[in-house]
């Protein structure tokens, strides 16, 4: 499985804008690049995903590079309730699998 | 979005005994569920993918025959934790995808199930 690196902290005001980046080198053409966001003693709750082109929907923007070996989800105007542990995780396409690696700790600071 | 419910959010078992934990999408058919496993401040692991009607395949390192995966209905799977001790003390969170096989679905997760075993 194709794997992801995160930073594993992050800080940010409330109100401004966050990118949160992932790097994934060995990602594969088939792998999807999917973001989700878990909330303490809760179960993840799915941010947004993408294959090859910048993707936007109500909660966040996922911009890819051209080669596909990095991403950053952004949040364009953080709140108290975006603090949460952000997963970037490598999906093949076919199976749907998640493989969680350690995520970024989103901390919001009013 | 859709909804994914488990039942019970926590339990609390004496050693030995067996937990059945149950992952259901309310407002959709599920042909896959998947169950992790997440210990304290760590990272969800995949325990193992369950498709409607046949066997659960299980990732490298998971017990079978100890974390038994049930996924009788396309709205229903279930895990059984069987003969728990301690160690097997953790938050189970199931989740379900939608779709044909091959298609990109989101996947949906429960709000977990908290195991304290004594």
């Known amino acids: 499985d194709a794997k992801t690196t995160q930073p594993n902290s992050m800080e940010s005001n409330e109100e401004e804008p966050v990118h949160l980046p992932c790097n994934h080198s060995?990602?594969?053409?088939?792998?999807?690049i999917h973001w989700y966001r878990q909330l303490p003693s809760q179960g993840p709750e799915y941010v947004i995903h993408?294959?090859?082109s910048n993707v936007n929907n109500r909660m966040a923007s996922l911009a890819i590079a051209e080669d596909r070996k990095s991403s950053t989800l952004i949040l364009h105007r953080a709140t108290l309730r975006d603090a949460a542990v952000y997963y970037c995780?490598?999906?093949?396409?076919?199976?749907?699998?998640?493989?969680f690696g350690q995520g970024t700790t989103l901390q919001v600071k009013p | 979005g859709a909804v994914v419910s488990q039942h019970p959010s926590w339990v609390i078992c004496k050693s030995g005994t067996s937990v059945k934990i149950e992952c259901r999408s309310l407002?959709?058919?599920?042909?896959?569920m998947f169950w992790y496993r997440q210990f304290p401040k760590q990272s969800l692991m995949l325990m193992a993918t369950?498709?409607?009607?046949?066997?659960?395949?299980?990732e490298q390192g998971v017990e079978k025959d100890k974390f038994l995966i049930n996924h009788a209905s396309l709205t229903l799977s279930t895990l059984t934790v069987t003969s728990a001790h301690p160690e097997d003390s953790s938050f189970y969170i199931c989740?379900?995808?939608?779709?044909?096989?091959?298609?990109?679905?989101?996947?949906?997760f429960g709000p977990g199930t908290r195991l304290t075993v004594l």
């Open positions: 369950s498709n409607e009607g046949s066997k659960a395949t299980y």
């Open positions: 060995t990602i594969s053409g088939t792998d999807y």
């Open positions: 989740s379900a995808r939608a779709g044909r096989l091959g298609h990109y679905n989101e996947q949906f």
């Open positions: 995780i490598l999906s093949p396409g076919n199976t749907g699998k998640l493989i």
């Open positions: 993408g294959l090859t």
């Open positions: 407002d959709f058919q599920a042909t896959t």
